[in-house]
């Protein structure tokens, strides 16, 4: 049985996060845990920023992340910790109170290595902000996704979202440091080695964080860049990890191109279909929002994700990542 209040170790990997990462912060030194058993790491990325400073201000230990990215920045992370328990999240979360503490119970089932759950939407976000987590969630109806809005209770999963992770020290012994390989997906191939060792990772309603979602278009096109060049480095290693939505969509931009030519010199008609796809993606995201400006963000939104996950696909595919530092 664990103590009542282990400690835990909050990790937290960054790079030029300055703004954002005061809010974070400031959330997690108001959970309802005590703050003798609670320990912040900020993995810093080389900032060029007041990052490192606004981490010390608000009493975490910093930490130098010499590759610049999320692999690494768990794995140095990790080693300076000291808890019982490590949770990982990012600069761009918020927290309930009871996340830690409501996380404890499902620790004391058996097997239980990693605890999760939903990654929820701030209210005061913007309208694209909306438009991004609405590809999250069908994302994550077709089970394509780790972050999870809709949590009965808590059941099994094969993955945790990175956001919103806490471990057992001794699980995490079995499989870190991670490969630092991973551009991104890390967490995905820690969860599958995790699961391969007899672990079970649980998803619980009631641990939760708010999560912001990339504020602006560049950023989002640079956030699904990144997350598909990850993805494939993972299937690679294992196919099981890929879903038939991470091949589909890669292959959408070439079909699409396809398409847009072939109608352009042969049968103007069948850009129809692309209206038809528009406006039922338009009809949908009104239904879900009730905004007309969050449903126009959509579908620029759709677009980028598309546009994006399919150049990150073929590049990786095509030309591999060779070295990961500094991306």
């Not at 930490?63 to 990215?69: A, L």
């Not at 990012?90 to 119970?105: I, P």
């Not at 990693?114 to 939407?121: N, Y």
């Not at 708010?210 to 956030?223: C, E, T, V």
């Amino acid at each position: 049985m664990m103590s009542d209040y282990p400690l835990v170790s909050i990790v937290i990997p960054v790079k030029n996060e300055a703004e954002i990462l005061k809010r974070c912060l400031n959330s997690l030194l108001n959970l309802d845990y005590p703050r003798d058993s609670l320990e912040i790491i900020v993995a810093d990325g080389n900032s060029s920023d007041e990052t490192p400073k606004v981490a010390e201000s608000f009493g975490a230990k910093v930490v130098f992340n010499e590759k610049e990215v999320v692999v690494s920045g768990r794995n140095v992370g990790f080693k300076a910790s000291r808890g019982d328990l490590v949770a990982f999240t990012d600069a761009d979360c918020t927290f309930d109170s009871r996340w830690l503490k409501n996380s404890l119970k499902y620790f004391e089932m058996p097997r239980v290595g990693g605890v999760g759950g939903p990654t929820l939407l701030p209210e005061e976000s913007s309208d694209f902000e909306k438009a991004v987590d609405l590809i999250f969630l069908l994302a994550e109806k077709f089970s394509a996704t780790a972050h999870r809005k809709e949590v009965s209770s808590f059941r099994e999963v094969d993955d945790l979202a990175g956001c919103n992770a806490i471990y057992k020290r001794e699980v995490l012994e079995k499989v870190m440091p991670i490969e630092e390989v991973f551009l991104t997906a890390e967490d995905v191939w820690m969860n599958y080695r995790i699961r391969h060792f007899g672990f079970r990772l649980i998803m619980a309603e009631d641990v939760y964080v708010w999560h912001y979602r990339r504020s602006s278009p560049k950023r989002f096109l640079r956030q699904v860049y990144r997350f598909s060049i990850g993805r494939i480095q993972v299937g690679m290693r294992n196919l099981c990890l890929l879903h038939s939505l991470h091949i589909l969509t890669g292959w959408s931009l070439p079909v699409f191109l396809f398409i847009f030519f072939y109608s352009l010199f042969k049968n103007p008609s069948v850009l129809l279909y692309l209206m038809i796809i528009i406006i039922a993606l338009l009809i949908f995201s009104f239904l879900k929002t009730k905004s007309l400006r969050v449903s126009l963000s959509f579908i620029l939104a759709s677009f980028l994700f598309v546009f994006a996950w399919s150049v990150g696909f073929w590049r990786q595919l095509l030309f591999p990542l060779k070295e990961i530092r500094g991306k």
